[in-house]
Every structure is written in C-alpha cells, then in structure tokens.
C-alpha cells in the first residue's frame, strides 16, 4: 500500500533553515509528483510547492519563491522540503501529499522559537 | 498569485442540504482549474473527498457532490449528519501551481 512517511518533529531558532523529508512506498516513485502543504496552528492549508519526481521538475507558490527548496532522491524514494529565513510565523505543521493528494504524510510540527 | 475565496463558515440541519463555494479572483473557475475538495476534522490529516471538479474517492460518501455553479466550483452536501461537521477546502490549478481557499467551517445543527 501507498505510505507516505516524514521525518520528525522539529525546532529552530529564527533565521535559521529546517530540511524535511518525504519517504515513499508502495509505488514508483518517479511516476508521480509530490506536493507540500503546511498549517499553522488554527490556520488553513497553505500549498507551498511540488516536485515531479521523474524530471525533478519544481513549480512554488509565489509566497514561498526564494525561500523553499524541494528536491528528490530517487535512489531513496525521498522527497525534501527545504525552508530558510525562518520566523515563528513559519511554525507549522508540513505534509506532504502524492501527486493526486490521495496519500498524505503524517505531517511534521516545525516550531519556530527563540 | 491569485486568490481563493471561500464561505468562512456555513451551517446546516441534519438531514438538509448545503453547497459551499470556491471562486477565483483571476475570473470563472472552470474544468482547467482541476478543482480538489478536502475535509479536515480537528487534529487530522486532510482527506480528499472530490477531485477534478466532480469526481469521488472511493471513501467519499454519496451525500457529497462537486460541480461548478455560476462561475464557481461547489461542493454539495444532501442529507448532512452530525460526523460532517468539519473544515472544509478547495484547491484551485494555475498552470500546475495550487492555490488553497481559506476553508469553510460546516457545522451541523
């Protein structure tokens, strides 16, 4: 079956950067895209960008351009959200969700404090 | 980047039925826009009930439905019950970048 499996629960200082990882199973992995979501406490969903996981090809939401990295690791069936410049309106939880957003992570809490 | 607008809240009876609404500042949302319904229930993952503007998971109850109304894309409930008090969101496509809506808050009573 389809698992999508993430990396644990972080914090940071802000300014600083957070990298969290996407773990694939159940499918080719290259076959379909990945998305990442996030949430702040109380908040709505925010969709932050996605990767195709074949070319590497990234698309991002504007908000996020030039602070948010996705890559991949094909070998690992691994996909990586990398966020910079932190500030605590940055703590959240990230998902990431497959390209059809049927299979969703657990989620990883990112708390953004000093 | 545009805006997705949805009702910051919406209420309904049992048993009756309600449509919550998605538009986009950029115009008409129409079949491009590949429109995603998601419920979420407190401290839970979204799940997906409608994807590509009407069509079902096979978990999505037959009392929901999409569709696109006046311009917009809508998603139906007929016949609520209390478990589908909820939030819930749409996700518009801009040429493969996602936009969510800012989530309608249903409840039931």
């Known amino acids: 079956q389809v698992q999508l499996v993430q990396s644990g629960a972080e914090v940071r200082k802000p300014g600083a950067s957070v990298k969290v990882s996407c773990k694939a199973s159940?499918?080719?992995?290259?076959?379909?895209?990945i998305h990442w979501v996030r949430q702040a406490p109380g908040q709505r969903l925010e969709w932050m960008g996605r990767?195709?996981?074949?070319?590497?090809?990234?698309k991002y939401s504007r908000k996020f351009q030039g602070r948010v990295t996705i890559t991949r690791d094909t070998s690992a069936s691994t996909a990586y959200m990398e966020l910079t410049s932190l500030t605590s309106q940055d703590t959240s939880v990230y998902y990431c969700?497959?390209?059809?957003?049927?299979?969703w992570g657990q989620g990883t809490l990112v708390t953004v404090s000093s | 980047q545009a805006v997705v607008t949805q009702e910051p809240s919406l209420t309904v009876s049992p048993g009756g039925t309600v449509t919550l609404t998605c538009g986009s500042s950029t115009g008409a949302v129409t079949s491009g826009h590949f429109t995603y319904w998601f419920q979420q229930k407190p401290g839970q993952t979204p799940m997906t009930l409608i994807y590509d503007t009407t069509n079902k998971r096979s978990w999505t109850p037959a009392r929901f439905s999409g569709s696109l109304l006046g311009g917009k894309a809508a998603l139906t409930l007929s016949g609520a019950l209390p478990e589908d008090e909820a939030e819930y969101y749409c996700l518009l496509s801009y040429s493969g970048v996602r936009v969510f809506g800012g989530g309608t808050k249903l409840t039931v009573l």
């Open positions: 159940g499918y080719i992995f290259t076959s379909y895209a």
């Open positions: 990767i195709n996981a074949g070319n590497g090809d990234t």
């Open positions: 969700a497959e390209e059809y957003f049927e299979h």
